[in-house]
């Protein structure tokens, strides 16, 4: 059992090991339970540490393994059997859950006893932030698990009160509880934190936190409808155990937490993004012709530089960033990955989906498309962010050359696609140059400091937008005026019923997942918000999530789907030897046949390759299993039918199973 939580000691000393940049809090020692959390400085040291948690994605590559971006090697839950049950370890795991209710439950009542030393607002924010990363870690479980124990409490080490705090609760119960820690979080915490800046989390990461939450819920709630991964469900394995069989709604029935959640998610999406400006483009003319003037013009872009700049807490769309200093040794690898790629790359589909400047899809008549056979041609005219982020041959990536750039890549090469040149690997022939530092001090052996970004204020746009459609069946004049706002500032004509109108989803649905739910085309304003929220946020890891929540792989439950990249099969074949370029051969072939498509099929090259037929999916595909260790320490004589923990739906309980059926 000491496996499911940390012991205190181990997480005192893990948190104690690692000195603040920010609050210049040096490492202590000999700390016990009784001496520690009794002051202000002692809080904000405990809260800082569970930060490790937040994703990085300053090297925008957060959304690999979708129908958006791709990497070299395939992704096994495309390839139905091959993802299976482990025996132990997974997702169901409680180490952040517990250093979180160890703290709150130490500190609450310390505070309430006046035991506490230090500024009352401080120790409060310092609380805030701990509610938040309660929630955060709840968050996270939902998205691989689903239904989940709330724990709200530290637990002995006593097998009878372990198992039964193992009880899954459903996800709406989950989701509600998540709310109420950021409702927690939202009251406690400032608008902006103690030591200034946006190094630590404010009240606005916890709205929009919320609302992203809600609508994850909302939007899964909808979508799930009817089947078994929602409480109440036919064949919900939730009413196998008697603790869950008599579950009832709050809101009393599930279209109306449907409508709770979405509501939810408007009201704390509008808070926010009423107060974020969103930083200015000055590049939406597109008036530079020349390389180097390109260079100089992103170099001097707002947009550009938001996302590649050291001090990031200057852009008013930042709600929190990680900072990093040369001199302190506190660095990161950004931008030599940026610039290498790392066998990482844009799909077709992705591509293809942005829209022309003048606001139609490329295959509209009067759109003015150019083509695939460069990429110079597929960024002219077109939506703003691609042609700013789609890497193009012969770009100049350094403006400012340093001896200390040693692994910068001062010129855009060629795509990389069969992996010749080191870590210049471009899977997909479709290089991102999202987050491109133009000096070259950044790119030394990892030795750069550019700041990551961990929250934007941007999301609250998109999530306002679609929880107002989804709840409504309309666009109303507030999701209007945010949603004219972002295709301003990308460069597109801001009608966006003009583009709703040219929207053929028949044409959509051949590369982009959104264009489905459960199985079934949406219709086409929907289409076009998932669409607007895809081009806006690239690489910033809400691909995976946004997919799961819309029900969005069920097509390829029957039909396969082939991850393409650019058109290798054209004018740019000739950017590489053609005794290079070879296919047929088994499994020494470099590239995909060209019979089979023009476009590169990065999973069709070899046949040996699980991929190679094509992405598919399963049911059981949208949660992770749940390992067998969990069921066998919280059953009785390892009967795994008296443990009170249930499998998600289309999993086994046995180790090293695929999905049932598979």
Known sequence: MKAKYIALIAGVGMLMSACNKNLEVPPLSNV????????????????????????????????????????RAYDIKYTPGQWKVAQSGGAWSFTSI??????????????????????????????????????????????????????????????????????????????????????????????????GGKNRLSKNCALLLKSRVALYEGTYLKYFKGTAFVPNGPEWPGKTKDYNANYNFQSGSIDGEINFFLTQAMEAAKLVADAVTLVNNTMTAQTQSSNQDFAVASDANPYCKMFGSKDLSVYSEVLLWRDYDLGLGLTNGISNT?????????????????????????????SGYAGDDSIQTIREKRD????????QPGQVNILQPSPLGTHATPVVPYPDILNLIGNHDHATGYMSRKGNVYDGAQLGN????????????????????????????????????????????????????????????????????????????????????????????MGEGFRNMDLRRWRAMDQMLNTAYHIEGFKLWGPMKNWYKASALT??????????????????????????????????????????SIAMQHFLITSDNNDVNTSPIYQNPGWPIEANKGAIGY
């Open 446 to 537: 990892g030795t750069g400091d550019v700041g990551s970004i961990v929250f934007l204020g941007t999301e609250a746009y998109f999530n306002y937008m679609e929880a107002c459609y989804e709840k409504t069946g309309a666009i109303d004049g507030v999701a209007k005026a945010y949603w004219e706002a972002i295709r301003k500032r990308a460069g597109v004509d801001i009608d966006m019923q003009k583009t709703i109108a040219a929207t053929d989803l028949t044409q959509e649905a051949k590369n982009d997942w959104a264009v489905y739910s459960a199985g079934v085309m949406v219709d086409k304003t929907l289409y076009n918000i998932r669409r607007e929220r895809s081009c806006e946020l």
């Open 583 to 624: 296919y047929n051969i088994g499994d020494k072939s470099t590239v995909s046949d060209p019979a089979l498509s023009p476009y590169l099929r990065i999973y069709q090259k070899t046949p040996t390759v699980l991929a190679y037929p094509g992405y598919k999916w399963a049911m059981a595909h949208y949660h992770s």
């Open 338 to 366: 940026i610039q290498a790629a790392h066998g990482y790359g844009f799909t077709r589909g992705y591509v293809d989906r942005f829209l022309m400047a003048n606001g139609l899809p490329i295959y509209a008549p009067g």
């Open 384 to 391: 703003g962010r691609l042609w700013l982020f789609l890497a």
């Open 98 to 195: 517990y250093q979180c209710n160890y703290f709150l439950e130490t500190v609450n009542p310390r505070l309430a006893a006046g035991k506490i030393a230090g500024n009352t607002v401080n120790i409060k924010h310092y609380i805030g932030e701990m509610y938040f990363l309660r929630a955060w870690a709840y968050f996270d479980k939902m998205q691989g698990l689903g239904d989940f124990p709330i724990i709200k409490n530290t637990l002995p080490d006593d097998k009878k009160i372990l198992t039964e705090a193992s009880k899954r609760m459903p996800h709406t119960e989950v989701a509600r509880f998540i709310l109420s820690d950021l409702d927690s979080a939202i009251l406690l915490m400032g608008n902006t934190a103690p030591s």
């Open 32 to 71: 016990t339970p009784e001496n520690y959390l009794v002051e202000e400085s002692q809080l904000a040291a405990y809260a800082i540490k569970q930060y490790e948690g937040f994703p990085i994605f300053g090297v925008f590559d957060g959304d690999a393994h979708t129908d958006v971006t791709a990497r």
